[in-house]
């Protein structure tokens, strides 16, 4: 969750350090740090909370050298104060972490008996302890960075900074990702490619359980058994504009507005030109072999992979099991030879989803991913990596990478229609060609964000807020739900429809708004009958559908927002925009911040 970086460079550190750490202030703004080397002397400046408070403090008291490391942080151990914020230092050792330590109580127990005392709370102050024990005992940096390393176990991404050593960053990968970047007589470590994107394009990244010995001219990369591994520079291409906001206020604003382009360009990557057939990469698969997908996820992420669930039984008739990753592999799921597993990431390196798909290896037929980072660890142990192409995402609540993520499951469940027989050429012809026209449709979506800012400014005054969904629009309101709690802080809750009166309903009264999210499709007067058992207990109903749905719903509903007509097959996409645009106006009138909500991160690199 955390972000770090080191530089090896040929100038001051201290803003490019600052600089890549803005770029990844989306893993976490509990505080920040910095140090560096300046006179072969380490030296330090850590600030609590957002990145602009260490900014402050550098331009009072700045920290030159041209050799340093870097963290933001979101807090796992420990409390996030200063005295917890990285880098945390021993002696002549600095390190930045992002991870759990799993064993750092017994390596505290083993300090604890050499007469070495603590200073914080965190798991990672073990690591510099331990590193700069070794140090006392004679080790060089590499040797007693070697030494801890071996030591330790849980998940990490580490980078050591030594006293006396200006041209030396040493780093290691263990579940949680980990690059490195190739200058010009310089180097450079990130949690991502984002980070390093402004100082080069040339990127290696270390598999799990490698360690790395960097100066300014070379690397050497040791994997877990202690050999030299030859990992692939890679040359990766970012736009770094997407990091911009570019004119909007929040990068949650920004990336709803990019929708309809973003999807253009995943529709244009897996239909061909003429908008006649589905291409996926090699090797594709052999869809008449498969007995049943097992499709596993977090967050918003799994809520994609319930709507697919819809697609893949209703047109393809293949069942799907959809699992929250968290809980996946601790059932201990068995596994038929013909299930393929299917995994959703935005990020690609998800813990949890990382885990569950290594519990899957050799066990299902195939692997699957649909991820936004085509050089992920998902992606990468994957035997079919699909990516969504939404590009950067900053923002905490996905946004578009939903959107990008439903279009690119879409296009897998046609596919698999077509290659079960399950519909004809014709059939696939109109559904592809609903699709390519999809991005003209967000974009009419769109245009109903006056009407949802003006309708928040009522929501935001609510204490609670119910969604309701039937059929593929369930896992909607479930989005929509999450969505509107995590950046606006007002607990909402979804639930199917028809689920209302076992239980749900007895929380409805003229001050939870009820928001049903319902085109004019075959469960529609279902969900009508719902709604009006909403409303004669007082309720206020927030309707979300088309022209069709809006004049057949009838009296009594407090307000309706119009969406145009679509196949009912598509709508999941379509109506991801309005539930975004009404949980960002809902946080807007409430004051919170959008794209940095209070405990969360962006990249969830723990379990």
């Known amino acids: 969750m955390c972000g770090i970086v080191g530089v090896l460079g040929n100038h001051e550190a201290a803003p490019i350090l600052v600089e890549a750490l803005k770029r990844l202030e989306y893993r976490g703004y509990d505080s920040a740090g910095i140090a560096t080397i300046n006179d072969l002397r380490l030296d330090r400046r850590r600030a609590v909370g957002k990145l602009v408070n260490l900014s402050d403090m550098l331009v009072h008291d700045p920290l030159p050298g041209k050799s340093g490391i870097g963290h933001t942080r979101w807090a796992t151990h420990g409390a996030p104060n200063a005295g917890n914020a990285h880098p945390h230092r021993a002696g002549g050792v600095a390190v930045v972490h992002n991870g759990i330590i799993e064993n750092f109580r017994e390596l505290r127990e083993f300090l604890a008996t050499k007469d070495v005392g603590f200073e914080t709370d965190t798991d990672t102050e073990t690591i510099a302890l331990l590193a700069n024990y070794y140090r006392d005992q004679g080790l060089s940096p590499r040797d007693a ?43 450079f470590v990130g949690s991502d490619a984002i980070a390093l994107a402004p100082m080069t394009n040339q990127i290696t990244y270390l598999e799990e359980g490698d360690w790395a010995i960097i100066s300014r001219n070379d690397v050497e990369i040791r994997d877990k058994e202690g050999n030299i591994a030859n990992r692939a520079m890679k040359i990766i291409r970012i736009d770094t504009a997407r990091v911009d906001k570019a004119g909007y206020k929040h990068f949650m604003a920004k990336e709803i507005a990019e929708q309809p382009t973003v999807l253009q360009g995943a529709l244009a990557h897996y239909i061909n030109h003429d908008g006649t057939a589905i291409t996926l990469p090699e090797p594709g698969l052999d869809f008449a072999k498969i007995e049943r997908f097992s499709m596993v996820a977090c967050g918003t992420a799994f809520y994609a992979c319930l709507v697919a669930k819809y697609w893949f039984e209703q047109l393809a008739g293949i069942p799907v099991e959809v699992d929250v990753a968290s809980e996946f592999r601790y059932r201990e799921p068995p596994v038929t030879p013909g299930t393929v597993a299917l995994f959703v990431s935005q990020s690609g390196e998800t813990a949890d989803t990382l885990a569950a798909l290594r519990y899957m290896e050799g066990k299902a037929a195939k692997i699957v991913s649909v991820v936004n980072v085509p050089e992920s660890s998902i992606a990468r142990e994957s035997d079919l990596p699909l990516p969504i192409l939404a590009g950067t995402e900053i923002g905490v609540a996905s946004t578009k990478a939903f959107t990008c993520q439903l279009t690119t499951l879409a296009i897998l469940a046609l596919q698999a229609a077509q290659a079960r027989g399950r519909i004809t050429d014709a059939e696939l012809a109109d559904k592809l060609a609903n699709l390519r026209a999809l991005p003209g449709v967000l974009n009419l979506a769109l245009a109903v964000e006056s009407k949802a800012s003006e309708l928040s400014r009522k929501l935001a005054e609510a204490r609670d807020i119910l969604f309701l969904g039937r059929g593929a ?74 022209q069709k749905g809006a004049a057949e719903a009838g009296d009594g509903v407090w307000n309706t927002i119009l969406m145009p007509e679509i196949d009912p097959f598509l709508a999941p996409i379509l109506y991801a925009v309005p539930a975004q645009l009404l949980a960002y106006h809902t946080a807007i009138a409430k004051g919170t911040d959008v794209d940095q909500p209070r405990n969360l991160a962006k990249s969830v690199t723990v379990e």
């Open 145 to 187: 960075a070697e030494q801890t390393i071996a030591r330790l176990e849980g998940a990490y991404a580490l980078c050591f900074l030594f006293d006396g050593h200006d041209d030396l960053l040493i780093a290691a990968r263990k579940g949680s990702p980990l690059a490195i970047g190739h200058g010009e007589g310089e180097m």
């Open 473 to 546: 629009m369930y896992p909607l309101a479930l989005e929509g739900a999450l969505k509107l709690k995590e950046i606006s802080y007002i607990h909402a809750e979804a639930y199917a429809s028809g689920e209302l009166k076992h239980g749900p309903i007895a929380l409805v009264d003229k001050h939870v708004p009820v928001i049903v999210m319902a085109p004019r499709d075959a469960l529609f007067d279902k969900t009508v009958s719902n709604m009006q058992e909403v409303m004669a207990r007082g309720g206020k109903v927030l309707l979300i559908t088309d």
